[in-house]
């Protein structure tokens, strides 16, 4: 499985910026799908993550409310929108793929098997 995340850029704080992450392979869309996202000097966060069916999504605290994670199947892509966003959101995001069953446990970076190259996104206050 190979990922390829988009969507990244400047934006002010309040604004919104939807990203993008394209899967390729066979099996792609039976992956459960996440979001992490890391600023620098900081150690790579949760944010969200969603079913391969895209029925049950999964998200901390810190983006509950602003941030929604969604897949559309039939073009292997997931998508996460971020609206809200505070200068504290600014990290280079990434998606990841996990073959591993999708609960709580998909909040750790560990249980993810694929990774795309990360898309930097930048609020300014």
């Known amino acids: 499985v190979q990922l390829q995340a988009s969507g990244g850029g400047l934006v002010q704080a309040g604004g919104s910026l939807r990203l993008s992450c394209a899967a390729s392979?066979?099996?792609?869309?039976?992956?459960?799908m996440g979001w992490f996202r890391q600023a620098p000097g900081k150690e790579r966060e949760f944010v969200a993550a969603?079913?391969?069916?895209?029925?049950?999504?999964y998200y901390p605290d810190s983006v509950k409310g602003r941030f929604t994670i969604s897949r559309d199947t039939a073009k292997n892509t997931v998508y996460l929108q971020m609206n809200s966003l505070k200068p504290d959101d600014t990290a280079v995001y990434y998606c990841?793929?996990?073959?591993?069953?999708?609960?709580?446990?998909?909040?750790?970076?560990?249980?993810?098997?694929?990774w795309g190259q990360g898309t930097l996104v930048t609020v300014s206050s």
């Open positions: 969603i079913s391969w069916r895209g029925s049950g999504t």
């Open positions: 392979g066979r099996t792609a869309s039976s992956y459960n």
């Open positions: 990841a793929a996990s073959n591993k069953g999708f609960n709580s446990r998909l909040a750790i970076s560990d249980r993810y098997d694929y």
